[in-house]
C-alpha cells in the first residue's frame, strides 16, 4: 500500500498547487484589510469628543504696579558707577599682588611661574594682555605680607617683584 507522499507529483498537480496558493494569497490581501478596517462612517459622524475650557477667572483685587520714579534710579545708577570706579580697597581693607616679571615668550613666563610655586609666597598666575605675559603672586591680603613674599623672592631667586594694590576688576582673571 502506497501514500500519496510516496507518489511523484504530476506536473498538473504542482500547478494546481501554485494557482490554489496564489487564490489564497489574493483572498487574504483583498479580504483582510476589509475585515480589520474600522468603520470611518461612525467616525465622521460622531467625531471626536470636544469639551469647552472653563471661563478664565476674574481678578478683583488687583494691585497696581508702583510707578518706578526716575530720582530713585539715578541714585541707585550714580551710586554703582561709584563704587565701580573706586579704588577695590583702601587702607585696611586693601589687598596686594607683586608682579615678578613680564615675558614676550608665553614659555618663559609659565617656567617663572613654575620656578616661583615651590617657595610657597601665593597662589601664581599668569595674565596675557596685547603681547606680553605677566607673572602674579597673589592676592595677598595686607602690605606687610606683601613685603616679606617679595623678600623671599628676592632671596630665593634674585628678583625683585613689584607690590601692586590688587583690583578684582582688573586682576581677578587668569
Known sequence: MSSSTDQAASPH?????????????????????????????????????????????VVTDQQP??????????A??????????????TGATASYVLQ???FKNRENAQALADTLAPLDVGRVYLRTEAELTR????????REAAEQAAETIQKQLS??????QYD???DGQT
Open 13 to 57: 498537480r504542482r500547478k494546481h498547487q501554485w494557482i490554489g496558493a496564489a487564490t489564497l494569497v489574493a483572498i487574504a490581501a483583498l479580504v483582510l484589510p476589509w475585515l480589520l478596517t474600522p468603520p470611518f462612517d461612525a467616525i465622521r459622524e460622531t467625531g471626536p469628543v470636544l469639551t469647552p475650557l472653563p471661563p478664565s477667572p
Open 135 to 142: 607673572v602674579y603672586v597673589g592676592p595677598i591680603l595686607n
Open 76 to 89: 541707585e545708577t550714580d551710586r554703582l558707577n561709584t563704587l565701580l570706579s573706586s579704588p577695590a580697597g
Open 159 to 164: 628678583l625683585s617683584p613689584q607690590i601692586k
Open 100 to 102: 615678578v616679571g613680564a
Open 168 to 170: 578684582v576688576r582688573e
Open 65 to 74: 504696579i508702583p510707578p518706578v520714579t526716575p530720582p530713585n534710579v539715578t
